[in-house]
């Protein structure tokens, strides 16, 4: 275990505070070309698991079909530590973070994928909640589920 999850690690409910108010999130899926690839999401927590939404189609969508298991990843920066600091390696950051991993799958329930990407509009654009949300747009739009199998999360400040 690297040192710094042993000295500080982020307690359950730090890591659902930290999913809650994240704005941005990265999930990592197995390459058909053994290589990791990472993209940036819009996501909600719910339940202990992880929603994202995004195109029908891509490499993203490819990897989950082919392998499932993920890495999702959040992090918050809390600030750069150098006030007094006279030696470059001693500047520090505080911040949170929380890696989850677990197994994707699309929602294919047309309640559960209306109601994820209402909570999802809730979160990015709240003054559009109630907006209604158009049955093509959900039809052009993928939603993803992460069940977490494994979270651990850490923090410096």
Not at 16 to 28: D, P, Q, T
Not at 32 to 47: I, L, N
Not at 88 to 117: F, H, M, N, T
Request: hydrophobic share 35%.
């Amino acid at each position: 275990m690297q040192h710094k999850m042993r000295e500080n690690p982020l307690a359950p409910e730090g890591v659902n505070r930290l999913l809650e108010r994240a704005m941005v999130g990265r999930v990592s899926t197995n390459g058909s070309d053994g290589y990791p690839y990472t993209v940036v999401v819009h996501f909600v927590y719910r339940e202990g698991a992880v929603y994202f939404h995004g195109l029908p189609k891509g490499e993203k969508l490819c990897n989950i079909a082919r392998d499932p298991k993920v890495c999702f990843e959040v992090d918050e920066l809390l600030g750069i530590r150098k006030e007094g600091v006279t030696v470059p390696c001693k500047v520090g950051s505080g911040y949170e973070s929380a890696v989850l991993r677990g197994r994707a799958s699309l929602v294919d329930d047309p309640g559960e994928k209306e109601d994820i990407l209402r909570a999802i509009t809730a979160k990015y654009a709240p003054e559009l909640g109630e907006a209604p949300i158009l049955p093509q747009a959900a039809a052009g739009t993928a939603v993803v589920k992460i069940q977490v199998e494994s979270c651990t999360g850490k923090y410096h400040k």
